[in-house]
Every structure is written in C-alpha cells, then in structure tokens.
C-alpha cells in the first residue's frame, strides 16, 4: 500500500511548546482523522507538513518526495482548507478563478463551473457577503478544481451547524471515492470523524498517542464505570483520565487490563471524544 503521507520522528521546539518525534503514515486513497485537544500540536504539524515553518528534526515525505526539496512540486497536487477564508473579500465567487488558475497547471474551469453549480455557490456574490458554510464550499471548489489528490482540512466544520458539516462531510467522501486521493482532516468535533475517517492520528501536548486505523482504535480502550467501593488502588493505577464524584468514579481502560476486572464493573465502548477528553486527564486525575 502506497502512502501519500510519511512522517518520522518530527520535531519543532519553541520557547514553551515542544512536538516530539511525531510519526505517522496516511495511505493513499484514505482519510486520517487528526485529533487532539487545543494545543496539542496539529496546526504546528500541518505547518511543517506544507514548510510554512522550519522543523527542528525528523523526515516528511509527500507522495514519496521531500516536503523541503520538493516543495513547488508536491504543491501542485496539494491543497489546503483553514477554518477562515484568505481569499481577497471583494473577489466574487467567479473571479475567485480568475485569480487562482494560472497557479496550478491541472486546472479545470470545466470543474470549478461543476462544483460551483452543485454547491450552489452565486457566481457573481463577493467573498464576503457569503456564509460561513459556502466559503467553506467555495474553498472546497477551489481545491477540487485542480484535482488535489491530498486535502489537508484544518478546523473545516468549526462554526457550521450540524447540516452544513453533515453535507460537508459527503462532498469529502465522494471525492476520494476514485481510490486515488486522500484526506488528513484536522478537527476537535471528533464526530465528525466517526462518520467519515478510516485511519486516527492522536496527539496530546506535542506527544503521540496513537496512530492507526479508527476501529483498532476503539477496539483497544473501554470506558468503565463503578461505585466509590469498586475503586481499588491497584485498579486506580491502571485508569486513564480517572474521574471521581460522590457517586463513583469512570475512567479509560486498556482492553488488555480488562479481563480482571470484578462483575460490578461497567463497561462500555468509547466514542473518539471520549478517548480524547482521557488521555487530556492522565496528568492529573479529576477528583
């Protein structure tokens, strides 16, 4: 299987944040699920993925070349959706491509014409009169119009209301439905990503957590819940993001520490969310 995304061992240090030694491959024809709390390093790995900052250690590859060495290359088969639109507010939604098609020479006026017609987007309303559903839209048409084949999606669905994400999350399964392209999505409403995502990247302040395929993901962690009695300090010890009240206590739970558990134990299969809200607690047990 061919990736389209290799990292190993990435690094950036700034004066009060560190990532460290960030690995992870995406797979062509797949979508990755990006995750992590606020922070934790996302945005910087995306950064350094396009070089728009410089890394202090480790190798990236795009489509098997160098991000560095290779970088005016790899950029014409790129593209990039932010939560904000940085085109010029007083572009309308047809001189958008005016503006943009003489950078990419895989450009398709043919295309652009298709997605603005499906997207419903009016050819002749400014950037700035427009929803924040269809710059998303508009952004999107942009990047499929020089048929991308890698989309990196940060914070896309960010201030869209659930049927707008929802619509949205259909344009980006059909458009690596050919087998050919593939998607790192960025994003904190990790629901999103259950609908949608084949493999999870999870990052928690600058470290990784886990990489792989969403199911073995889920497949490894049980939430469990219990009584104030049922929590013993060898079962403490094993918890991940412990959370105690007056009438319990739930937590996290390698699905290799399971089998001793006692029968008054609940178990559960966790959500994304859930994972990630735990793994955010392991420095320090909420009580």
């Known amino acids: 299987m061919n990736n389209v995304i290799e990292i190993k061992n990435l690094c950036k240090n700034y004066k009060d944040f560190s990532l460290n030694n960030i690995s992870f491959s995406l797979p062509t024809g797949y979508i990755m699920g990006f995750v992590g709390q606020n922070g934790a390093g996302k945005t910087t790995t995306i950064r350094l993925i396009l070089n728009m ?137 990790v629901s999103d990503l259950e609908k949608i995502a084949d493999y999870i990247t999870l990052i928690d302040k600058g470290n990784l957590f886990y990489t792989g395929t969403k199911d073995y993901l889920l497949e490894s962690f049980f939430v469990i819940k219990g009584g104030p009695d049922d929590l013993t300090n060898p079962l403490r010890e094993k918890i991940i993001g412990l959370t105690k009240n007056n009438t319990g206590f739930s937590g996290l739970m390698p699905a290799s520490e399971m089998k001793h558990l006692s029968k008054e134990i609940i178990t559960e299969t966790p959500s994304i969310e859930e994972i990630l809200v735990c793994i955010s607690k392991r420095e320090g047990n909420h009580g």
């Open 53 to 189: 900052t410089d890394r202090t250690g480790g190798d990236i590859k795009i489509f098997g070349m160098d991000n560095i060495k290779d970088e005016q290359k790899i950029k014409q088969d790129v593209a990039v959706v932010f939560d904000d639109i940085y085109f010029v507010k007083n572009w309308t939604v047809y001189e958008v491509e005016k503006a943009l098609k003489s950078f990419y020479v895989n450009w398709s006026s043919t295309l652009y014409s298709q997605y603005v017609s499906s997207f419903h987007l009016p050819v002749d309303k400014k950037v700035k009169d427009l929803s924040h559903g269809m710059k998303m839209k508009l952004m999107l048409a942009v990047a499929m119009s020089h048929e991308a084949k890698l989309l990196i999606l940060d914070e896309p669905t960010s201030g869209l209301d659930p049927v707008a994400r929802d619509e949205l999350l259909e344009i980006l399964s059909a458009y690596i439905s050919d087998g050919q392209k593939s998607i790192l999505f960025s994003t904190h409403i």
